[in-house]
């Protein structure tokens, strides 16, 4: 596994320098570097004998059939887009390791057929809401989508023709009946398997999202002249509120609540801002505390606004249930780790991702692999190429009990 591991990783390398940005990794859903990415990705999938195809929502799909195939495939993957400035590994990972993971189903003569996807869109970046990718391939794509701008105003629509799809056609890039199971190995994005010094953990299920927006509206005035009692300074209560947000995330176990956009008006140095955009993402394993969490920041939000004479708005971008992984398949991929000779852990995702989608559509597992340092979505993010081959051993177990006990 150790040539393996290490392929893999340069493989995220190299992807890494497809960027937008120069000395920077970011790659957003259908700017140009996708196309890089894609060229990149088919070549080495027709290597290994994959057929292959874009989908409508620019998904690259490679699918390895053996000679003596079942009926049934097994889907593995992850995304290929992701946040501005990131690291090497996040989503791409899954990709190249879902590579490695055809070679082994090669080496070991497995029945089973391999639909590799490479999803164009998971981070929701570039239009606001993630998931395009995935949605499509579960079929839970909904057309209004496609009038969705981003901050040039180019539609989602106009986005994918000029990428050179069609997505009138995008229903056809759902799973057929004959798409058996979900698997994506990622990078954790956290701490917890560096604390305890283990490479890789089976995830039993996806945190549920809450993904808002809350404008505050005062009055824009003079710095100079505006005198502080009679201000309506809508920084000044969006600074308050955020500092509430924390406070009921540090006192409420396992909820992670985030404001991480702020956008001021007008953003001029002399002048009391006027209008105040600020992002809102909460999280939690148990849904009725991240609602509960949710409503107490709105209500505080209100209560801010009111006291200070400001106007508020809140608009929602994401409302995800949190998702259970197959109880069955997590079982599998516990057993395949201890299998493979490591401790078994077991463990909930903090951060979203396609699995949470497609655990929707069709019996789904994943395996995290260590982050050292517990970091995520910075270019510092890294790999350790123990870890690496660990989730390759892991994933060559699981096929074996895939092929013998998943019809």
């Known amino acids: 596994m150790k040539h393996r591991a290490q392929r893999a990783i340069a493989e995220c390398r190299l992807i890494a320098t497809m960027s937008e940005e120069s000395g920077r990794i970011t790659r957003r859903f259908l ?23 874009v989908d409508a929502v620019g998904n690259l799909r490679g699918l390895w059939q ?23 590994f996040d989503g791409i990972l899954g990709v190249t390791l879902a590579l490695e993971l055809v070679g082994i189903a090669q080496d070991i003569a497995s029945p089973l057929p391999i639909e590799v996807i490479a999803f164009s869109e998971e981070e929701g970046v570039r239009y606001g809401l993630p998931y395009f990718g995935s949605r499509a391939v579960a079929g839970r794509f909904d057309p209004t989508l496609l ?12 986005a994918l023709r000029h990428f050179g799809l069609h997505p009138d056609r995008i229903a056809d890039a759902a799973l057929d009946d004959n798409a058996m199971c979900f698997f994506e190995m990622h990078i954790e994005q956290g701490p917890q398997l560096e604390a305890e010094d283990l490479s890789v953990a089976a995830v039993t299920a996806i945190v549920g999202q809450t993904r808002l927006t809350l404008t505050f509206t005062g009055q824009a005035n003079h710095a100079g002249t505006a005198p502080m009692h009679l201000r309506r300074d809508a920084l000044a209560a969006a600074a308050e509120w955020i500092t509430a947000v924390e406070t009921v995330a540090q006192h409420s176990d396992g909820l992670a609540a985030t404001v991480g956009k702020i956008i001021a008006e007008p953003n001029v140095g002399n002048v009391v801002p006027g209008i105040v955009r600020v992002s809102l993402d909460v999280r939690h394993a148990r849904d009725s505390v991240r609602s ?20 508020l708005e809140c608009t929602g971008q994401l409302q995800q249930p949190a998702v259970p992984m197959d109880e069955r398949l997590t079982a599998f991929l516990d057993s395949s780790i201890q299998a493979a000779g490591y401790p078994s852990k077991a463990m909930p995702s903090g951060a979203g991702h396609d699995a949470i989608v497609l655990a929707g ?10 982050s050292p340092g517990g970091i995520s979505h910075h270019p510092a993010e890294d790999v350790r190429q123990q870890d690496v081959e660990a989730a390759l051993r892991v994933a060559r177990e699981f096929l074996l009990q895939l092929g013998r006990h998943v019809g």
């Open 31 to 53: 700017t140009a570097p996708m196309h890089q990415v894609h060229a990149h990705l088919r070549r080495r999938m027709e290597e290994i004998g994959m057929q292959v195809h």
């Open 361 to 370: 559509r069709l019996p789904t597992a994943m395996l995290f692999l260590r």
């Open 292 to 311: 509960a969490a949710v409503e107490q920041l709105l209500a505080t939000a209100h209560t801010i606004s009111s006291r200070r004479k400001l106007t």
């Open 147 to 158: 009038a969705l701008t981003d901050a040039d105003n180019i539609t989602v629509d106009s």
């Open 66 to 88: 053996p000679a003596a195939e079942s009926a049934k495939r097994l889907v593995v993957g992850s995304h290929i887009d992701t946040v501005p400035d990131a690291g090497a």
